[in-house]
């Protein structure tokens, strides 16, 4: 069974910087297809952005050219950094990987001055 690990979250002014990070254990990940999700108080959980095996990424429209998602398979791990942070982007950040069952306990990413 998958284990995820995510770290990095914290409080950030509008138009900082944050490195979130999401460790993980129990798969072969260089399989895998990772994504990175997020929800805000009151919303429903949604992808930010996705990374294939191969290096391929995808984002959502609200994040398109202010976030990046990355990749370590020697580490087993998956990155998003995050840039241009916007109020709005306040949430907890979740990531998955894609195709199993399974969420880690999430990092609080808060925007605001």
């Known amino acids: 069974q998958v284990q995820l690990v995510e770290s990095g979250g914290g409080l950030v002014q509008p138009g900082g910087s944050l490195r979130l990070s999401c460790a993980t254990s129990?798969?072969?990940?260089?399989?895998?297809?990772m994504g990175w999700y997020r929800q805000a108080p009151g919303k429903q959980r949604e992808l930010v952005a996705t990374?294939?095996?191969?290096?391929?990424?995808s984002y959502a429209e609200t994040v398109k050219g202010r976030f990046t998602i990355t990749r370590d398979n020697a580490k087993n791990t998956v990155y998003l950094q995050m840039a241009s942070l916007k109020p709005e982007d306040t949430a907890v950040y979740y990531c998955?990987?894609?195709?199993?069952?399974?969420w880690g306990q999430g990092t609080q990413v808060t925007v605001s001055s």
């Open positions: 998955k990987t894609i195709g199993l069952s399974g």
């Open positions: 129990g798969i072969i990940f260089s399989i895998y297809a």
């Open positions: 990374i294939g095996r191969g290096g391929s990424t």
